[in-house]
Every structure is written in C-alpha cells, then in structure tokens.
C-alpha cells in the first residue's frame, strides 16, 4: 500500500521546537517533490514550505522564515520538517504532501497535530 505517515508532532511550549517527519511505504520518495502544509482551527490549509528532487528548498509561508526547515533523507525513505522558535499562532495541523514529478501522482498523510501552548 502506497502511503505517507507523518510522526514527531506534540505539545510544546513558546519557543521551543519538533520535528516532523514523513516516511513513505509503499514507493521511493527520491522521484517526488516534497511539501509540507498546516491548517489550523477554522482556516484554510496553507503550504509551509517545499523541497525539490534535485534539492532546492523554498518556504512558502513567510511567517515561518528562518524557523523552519525542510529536508529529506534517501536512505530512509522520509522527509522532514524542523521547527525551531514555534510560535503559538503554529499551532496546526501539518500534513506532508508527495507529488511524483514523472506521472504528478500524488500523496498526502493524514496529518499530524502540533500544539504550541504554555
């Protein structure tokens, strides 16, 4: 079976930080664009940030400049997302997104809640 799963996210207080990780099953993930979007209670999903296959990174969410990164690791069929100096406005819930850049199949997780809170 072809999936996503999203893992890492949590409670955490102002200012500290996660990670978020994606494993596929199912396919390799080194023929897929990777992305990483959160909707939060009563708002529309936004996209957070995004990695190319070639690895080119671009984050998509200004408020998230500086604090959050986005990786990959081959070896381990996963991608990543570190978060540093949440806020609590990055309360959400995040969802890796996988787009295959050959046939544009696409995958998403069911997402995983992070909640900044002291």
């Known amino acids: 079976q072809l999936q996503l799963v999203e893992s890492g996210g949590g409670l955490v207080q102002p200012g500290g930080s996660l990670r978020l990780s994606c494993a596929a099953s199912?396919?390799?993930?080194?023929?897929?664009?990777i992305a990483w979007f959160r909707q939060a209670p009563g708002k529309e999903r936004e996209g957070v940030s995004c990695?190319?296959?070639?690895?080119?990174?671009?984050i998509i969410a200004d408020s998230v400049k500086g604090r959050f990164t986005i990786s990959r690791d081959s070896a381990k069929n996963t991608a990543y997302l570190q978060m540093n100096s949440l806020k609590p406005e990055d309360t959400a819930v995040y969802y890796c997104?996988?787009?295959?850049?050959?046939?544009?199949?696409?995958?998403w997780g069911q997402g995983t809640q992070v909640t900044v809170s002291s």
């Open positions: 990695l190319s296959v070639s690895g080119g990174s671009k």
């Open positions: 997104n996988a787009v295959d850049i050959r046939t544009r199949a696409n995958y």
């Open positions: 199912g396919f390799t993930l080194d023929y897929y664009s």
